[in-house]
Structure formats: structure tokens, C-alpha cells
């Protein structure tokens, strides 16, 4: 799919979004149902792909393994693809809905209220006889119209309804605001009963079985519950426990003193996640062999690790009603809820410190974003602020939320030239995230306070794509393990397979590949070209990665190095005390440079 994507879009006219499935898509291989949307993102200025779990199942059924989407459009209306295969008859047509027509669909539920519009008016076509056959759309909400953060939702449809809870997202790189914006897409309509054949029958559970037995001597079933036996959990309940005290909490702040922070972390486990865990409902992404249940649903809301810490403790907020209603909230919106979640919690902070007032944000409601004096009735208050931005920035109904639609470096830069500095304090030292090119282009770093995503957040970035493992790596040592680790996160978003299944097809895919399609595939080396391909695609693009630059960021990589008590890292840990920032900067150009030393042949 990335294969595919890369021969057609180009860096310096990037016209084009490319949609696809993987090679094994339409299989009963588990975990390989992904899509992938690629193409030039409006928020990094690069090269990016983002994915969905299980949505590429019946999208193989349409007997389409790639949709290109060319062209740059100037209209004010919209268009909806609408693509099925019934009886191996392939259609496509396209609906226009006017500019108004979808400002009103919006307005009502966002993009769940257009999902809703577009099933009413093209559920019958997908029927057969008396039956409704299984289908899926992707939709935009008003944040891919009016930000640069919009995600795409997709949500499995059978016998002609919704499936309750079954949405899957694709949110980084803002790659719905790249359809929604360039090309009027807001939305694609898809499925079919086309059967897909390959070389070897993988829709066989006995075949599979063989296979499997091979290669592992499991079965595949077997196999793939112990690969992907740590999100039965899921992630949530599992990362947060992990992080403890360390978890990103206002803002990136990890001057809080280490008491002060347990306290913190007591006030989230007794009203976020003892509640979370007493009531928690495990579901699948719609996969149709992944045996793991990695859904976590409470109270009827999919609830994640990344995106409730970045409209939870991270913003201020420790409570789980206020919590789940935001994530509610950028749902219905269609943010990207991570990427505007790191936004909600500059804003706080900006305010805190007093960059900004009331009157500047255009929001009238208290706030305390100071952790000293933070109580938990606080939490509340934070929310309220938060829920009031969210709608704001997603409709762009005033001059301050449609600035920060653009981007958090753009706001940043934009209000230090409006507003100046205020004492010694700048708007983008309390800013976190990293930046790309000279200009605007970033992206909200996975939100682990691990040196990897500080330092090297891979060719893609905003992703797994680095060493996430909370190991401090001597600088060379972290540029390689980055590498090395980047090489592997980009397989299965090529391959269309789910990344919660590396522990098998990191050992088993190119033996399954190579049998399954007659061929001597190197998994391995071809993906490490394919991330030269990348690399030199952003270079054209002058979309190539830039030193940190924010206070938050620099502070976040001293303290780790510092606290870290490492033997390996003792002499850095020195050199951060006595020299600050510039012992940063050289840590990060070494790293830096080893990293890009293994993409050089």
C-alpha cells in the first residue's frame, strides 16, 4: 500500500490521497483487515499514513485493492464516493452534498450524524434479494473542514444498521482534513460480496492451521491470542499502569515535585481508572479472526490510553464522566483527539501563566492548571473549558480557535508575534511537540516519556515508529534501536496488518508471504528501503525534522536523562545539569545522525 502511495504522490505537487488495503486483506489471516490512507499531511507538511483496524475486510469485498484520489478541487461542494461490488458487478458513483446541506448535517451529531445520512440514503443499494449485505463507510467530521487535525471514522454496518461501539480511527497526520480540504472528499461508501482468491485459499482455517503448525508448531489461533495477550487489557488499563507517576500530566510538566505527583496519580486511579476497570467492556475492531478483544467500552464510549491522557490528566482533568465526555465530544467533532488534546493543554497553560485572558480565548470559565494547588472539584473546571474549545475550534467560530485549527507551532509563532512576550515566559515554551521543517510543520508526540519519542519519532512520526521502550540509550545506541524499531512499525502499515500482532509476523511474515505469492521477499530489507523512499520524499519536501525547540520539550529530555540514574547516561546527565539546552541539542544530533546513518547504504 505505502509501495503504491509513494510511486504516485509528488513531494513537490502533492495533488493526490491514496486509500488501500494490504496484500492478504479479505483473508482470514488475523489481523490483517487494516486500511491505509496516505498522503501529503496538512499538519507535518510530509509524507504520512494513518490506518484503521478491521476496516479493510469488507473494503477487499469491493474486488479494489487501492482508490486514488487526484486532484486538487476549488468547489464549494463535497463529494462521497460510493464504491460496491454485488455479484461481481463493480460500481462507483459520487454525491455531491452541498456546502450548507453538510454544515447542517454537522451541526446536528458531526460526522455521526453524516454516517447516519449516508446510510439512509445508500442502505438499500447494498441489499441482495431480502438481505442487507455487510458494509462500511469512512466519514469526516466539521474538525477535517475547518482544522488541520481532522480524523476519519469508519463503522461496521450489518443488515443495514450500525453495529453499536464497532468505530475504528484513523487520526494522525490530520489526513481527514487533507481529503476533506484539497479534495472535497468527506466520506467513502463501500462494500460488496466479491471473494477475494489468492495462490494459496487463506480464507481455510485448516490451510491456515498447516501453516501455522509449520512455522510455530501452534495453531493459528493459538498464536495469535499470545501475540496479542498484553491488549486483552488493553491499552489503557496497561499503559497507565506502566507509566505511574512518570504519565504526562499539565502539560508535559515534570518539574512536579515526585510527592506531589503521587498524589496526582492517586486522584486518577480512585476516580478515572478503578471506575474505568469496575465497568469496562471488551470488544473486537470487527477483525474477522482476531480472537483479542482490544476495544475497551465504557458506559458505551471507546475509551483509549493516548487519547484520555491528552484530554485527561494531561489537560487537567482526572475525573472519568468528564474524561469520557470530552473524548465523546472530539468523536462527534472528528478530532484527532490526541493532537487536540496536546493543544487543550497549552491553552491551559498559557492561561495559568497569564499569556492569555478571558477575553483573548473568548472563553468566560474559570480554570486551575496549577498542580500545587490543584483540587479535585478543579477537574471540572477544566473540563467545562476544555468542552467549550473543542466546539469552538472544530466549527472555527472564532479568530483565536481557528488559529490553533492550524497547528500548535502556528499558534504558537502567530501569538508571540501578536500578543509579544510576556516577562520571561513565551507562548511556545509551554508547547510540546515535534517540529518539522522551517516553517509550521509538527506533529503531537506518542505520549510516553521515553527518549525515542523525544528524540527520534521515526520517518513517521506521531506514531510507534521509534523505540518506545523506557530504556535510556546512550545516544548512538537510541539512533539505531529507532531505526531498527521503524523499520518493523512500517511493515504492517504497508502490509494492511495490525501492529497489536507483531510478536507473529515479525517472525512468520515473509516465510507467509513468500509461500502464499511464489516470491523471495526480504520483509526486512524492502521495508528499509521503502523508509529511504519516505526520507527522501520529505527532504523534496523540505519537510525534514528540526532540533527541539520549546522549552517543554528540551525540559522533558533533561529530566529523563537526569532522573534517570543510569550509569550509561551518568556523563550526559552531567553535561544537561552544568550545560542545559546545548547539551540537548548535541545529544539530539548524535542521535540524530546515528538514526539516519542506518538508512545509508
Request: glycine share 8%; aromatic share 10%.
Amino acid at each position: 500500500m505505502v509501495d503504491y502511495a509513494l510511486s504516485v504522490i509528488d513531494p513537490l505537487d502533492p495533488d493526490c490521497v491514496v486509500i488501500g488495503v494490504g496484500p492478504f486483506a479479505g483473508s482470514r489471516l488475523p489481523g490483517v483487515n487494516r486500511i491505509t490512507v496516505a498522503g501529503n499531511s496538512l499538519l507535518t507538511r510530509g509524507f504520512h499514513i494513518t490506518s484503521i483496524g478491521g476496516a479493510g475486510y469488507l473494503f477487499s469485498k469491493t474486488g479494489v485493492d487501492f482508490v486514488k484520489i487526484e486532484g486538487k478541487s476549488n468547489a464549494d461542494d463535497y463529494v462521497v464516493p460510493v464504491i460496491k461490488n454485488i455479484d461481481g458487478k463493480l460500481d462507483v458513483e459520487f454525491y455531491t452534498i452541498q456546502k450548507d446541506t453538510l454544515r447542517d448535517i454537522h451541526l446536528d451529531d458531526g460526522l455521526y450524524s453524516l454516517e447516519s445520512h449516508l446510510l439512509e440514503r445508500y442502505r438499500d443499494a447494498f441489499k441482495v434479494g431480502e438481505e442487507y449485505i455487510d458494509m462500511r463507510m469512512l466519514a469526516a467530521g466539521p474538525a477535517s473542514l475547518n482544522t488541520r487535525m481532522g480524523a476519519l471514522v469508519s463503522t461496521l454496518i450489518k443488515k443495514g444498521k450500525f453495529v453499536p461501539n464497532a468505530d475504528c480511527w484513523a487520526g494522525r497526520g490530520g489526513l481527514g482534513s487533507l481529503l476533506a480540504q484539497d479534495h472535497k472528499v468527506v466520506g467513502i461508501v463501500y462494500g460488496g460480496n466479491y471473494v477475494k482468491e489468492f495462490p494459496v485459499d487463506l480464507n481455510d482455517r485448516t490451510i491456515l492451521n498447516k501453516m501455522f503448525q509449520k512455522l510455530s508448531g501452534e495453531s493459528m489461533l493459538e498464536v495469535a491470542k499470545d501475540a496479542t495477550k498484553k491488549y486483552k487489557r488493553g491499552t489503557l488499563a496497561s499503559n497507565y499502569a506502566s507509566a505511574g507517576k512518570k504519565l504526562p500530566m499539565f502539560d508535559f510538566d515534570y518539574t512536579i515535585p515526585s510527592g506531589k505527583r503521587e498524589h496526582l496519580y492517586e486522584l486518577l486511579e480512585n476516580n478515572f481508572l478503578k471506575p474505568f476497570e469496575e465497568k469496562v467492556v471488551n470488544r473486537t475492531c470487527g477483525e474477522p479472526s482476531c480472537p483479542t478483544p482490544c476495544k475497551k467500552i465504557y458506559e458505551e464510549s471507546k475509551m483509549d490510553y493516548e487519547p484520555s491522557n491528552a484530554l485527561g490528566p494531561n489537560s487537567g482533568i482526572f475525573r472519568i464522566e468528564e474524561i469520557r465526555n470530552l473524548l465523546q465530544r472530539a468523536d462527534v467533532c472528528g478530532f484527532d483527539s490526541i493532537e487536540f488534546g496536546n493543544i487543550t493543554s497549552v491553552v491551559l497553560g498559557w492561561m495559568q501563566a497569564g499569556l492569555l485572558n478571558k477575553e483573548d480565548v473568548g472563553i468566560d470559565q474559570p480554570i486551575n492548571f496549577d498542580p500545587d494547588t490543584f483540587k479535585l472539584q478543579d477537574s471540572a473546571l477544566n473540563s467545562d473549558f476544555c468542552m467549550k474549545l473543542i466546539n469552538d475550534v472544530a466549527y472555527g467560530r472564532t479568530e483565536f480557535a481557528r488559529t490553533l485549527g492550524k497547528g500548535i507551532r502556528y499558534a504558537c509563532k502567530h501569538f508571540e508575534d501578536v500578543y509579544g512576550n510576556k516577562g520571561k515566559e513565551k507562548f511556545s515554551d509551554f508547547a510540546h511537540y515535534t517540529p518539522f521543517g522551517e516553517n509550521d510543520g509538527c506533529i503531537a508526540q506518542i505520549r510516553y516519556r521515553v527518549l525515542g519519542a523525544l528524540i527520534v519519532p521515526g520517518v513517521l512520526p506521531g506514531k510507534f515508529h521509534t523505540d518506545y521502550s523506557d530504556t535510556p540509550y546512550l545516544p548512538e545506541e537510541l539512533g539505531k534501536k529507532s531505526a531498527n524499531r521503524g523499520v518493523w512499525e512500517i511493515v504492517p502499515e504497508n502490509l494492511g496488518f495490525c501492529r497489536f500482532h507483531r510478536k507473529w509476523y515479525e517472525k512468520y511474515i515473509e516465510n507467509i508471504f513468500n509461500d502464499v505469492f511464489g516470491k523471495k521477499l526480504d520483509i526486512y530489507n524492502h521495508h528499509r528501503k521503502l523508509l529511504q523512499k519516505i526520507i527522501a520524499y520529505n527532504r523534496k519536501a523540505k519537510d525534514i525534522p528540526m532540533p527541539l525547540e520549546t522549552k517543554r520539550s528540551i525540559d522533558a529530555v533533561k529530566s529523563y536523562v537526569i532522573e534517570s540514574g543510569s550509569a550509561d547516561l551518568e556523563k550526559w546527565a552531567d553535561k544537561m545539569s552544568n550545560e542545559g539546552d546545548k547539551a540537548v541539542k548535541e545529544y539530539w544530533e548524535q542521535a540524530r545522525q546515528s538514526f539516519n546513518n542506518a538508512f545509508m547504504d
